[in-house]
């Protein structure tokens, strides 16, 4: 997620930390670099001239803090209009009136219908009682994947195929929605390659009859500048409230979501982080400019560990491990628990200097081990998970012959899991000890 565009600006912050004083001289300089860097990774040209112009301004007029040094001053004055730029403050979703209806617009391709699933996902575990619609008539493949995806989240589509006509299907919709108590609609409408009027004229009478709270705008991130360019287009004809940008996991240069709200003044709302149909997330400004700056973003990894992991169970493996009672079966626990995570590499980007980390760890050789692990405690049986000093010779050469591996491969796993163990082992009966002593220390105070 705009990896290009964060190691430009890592690049050069590294000048600006050098900087014993600010003067207009050595700050242009180095802020020249920020300007490269967002031109680079296809920002609008103007979003990019008054961005380097408010945060020249302000490191100038800015006054010297002596416990910080001025290139530091400087990179947290660029770190504010960043947080500025992308919107300031995460904008939430309008959801006024029963039901309250939501409308998804934009080109074809850019992930309307994946983002409509997404989107109802997440109001369901919100405990909101969604509704999808499919208002495309144009392409019958929406409708059946608008249908797949209903059935995946649970989610009951109004679909009409056959039917012509978007205003008749949104009409029984908002009957249907009525008669079923859905609280939310979710219209998943028609797009094109480009805008054309026929389009735009069919969206605004759905938008007059339906009268929305929300009009999102449902943009690719990896086309950059021009996604800003379509947003225009679409806002002038239909006051969209907010975007959605997809495929951030992809090739995203970064132009999309720092150009948006500063040329349409309408907020990223949602983005889409993945394929799959949780990895869907509200727009943070002050977290992305974080990922952005290489800071990380520690408050959503915590979230989705949150989301990932039950509490009680996450209790109940810490008692076990200060116990030393960690087992396989916990092992193969954790090891599914971090996959609902999302990818190591997806993790990592998520930790303070995590790009750092990143360009020392062979990423694909770590998921391997990972599944190669995972593969070799699932050929274990219960038993054998639960107590694994049973595992003779004869169990080694079974379980690494069910799981592709060799029986070295398998020792020097459970060899690492004993070695883990006992370090556990260790750590409690020094937190125990530390617990006695903690107890003890205030009657020797008192004699």
Partial sequence: MFDSLSSK????????????????????????????????????????????????TKALGAEVIASVQPGQQIIKIISDELVELLGSANAALKLEGNPSCLMLVGLHGAGKTTSAGKLAKLLLKQGRAPMLVAADVYRPAAMDQLETLGKQVDVPVFLKRGETDVLKIAREALEFAKANNRATIIFDTAGRLQI?????????????????????????????????????????????????????????????????????????????????????????????????????????????????????????MEEKMRKGEFTL?????????????????????????????????????????????????????????????????????????????????????LNKFFQMQTMMKKMGKMSKMMGKMGGALPGMMRR
Avoid: Y
């Fill in 9 to 56: 600006l890592q690049n050069a912050f590294k000048n600006l930390r050098g900087l014993g004083k600010i003067s207009e001289a050595n700050a242009g300089d180095a802020l020249r670099e920020v300007r490269m860097a967002l031109l680079e990774a296809d920002v609008n040209f103007k979003v990019a001239r008054d961005f380097i112009e408010r945060v020249k």
């Fill in 196 to 316: 054309d009027e026929p389009l735009v004229q069919e969206l605004v009478r759905l938008r007059d009859l339906v009268k929305p709270t929300e009009i999102l705008l449902v943009l690719d991130a990896a086309t950059g500048q021009e996604a800003v360019n379509v947003a225009t287009h679409f806002d002038s004809a239909l006051n969209i409230t907010g975007a959605i940008l997809t495929k951030l996991d992809g090739d995203a240069r970064g132009g999309a979501a720092l150009s948006l709200k500063a040329v349409t003044g309408k907020p990223i709302k949602f983005m889409g982080v993945g394929e799959k149909l949780d990895e869907f997330e509200p727009f943070h400004p002050e977290r992305m400019a974080s990922r952005i700056l290489g800071m990380g973003d520690v408050v959503s990894l915590v979230e989705r560990a949150a989301d990932a992991v039950n509490e009680e169970d996450a209790k109940r």
């Fill in 329 to 413: 079966e916990d092992f193969l626990e954790q090891l599914r628990a971090m996959k609902k995570l999302g990818s190591l590499e997806n993790i990592l980007k998520m930790l303070p200097g995590g790009g750092d980390a990143l360009k020392q760890i062979d990423i694909g050789k770590q998921e391997k081990e990972f599944k190669r692990m995972e593969g070799m405690v699932c050929a274990m049986t219960k038993k054998e998970r639960l107590n694994p000093v049973i595992l003779n010779a004869s169990r080694r050469r079974r379980i690494a012959a069910g799981s592709g591996v060799t029986v070295t491969e398998l020792n020097t796993m």
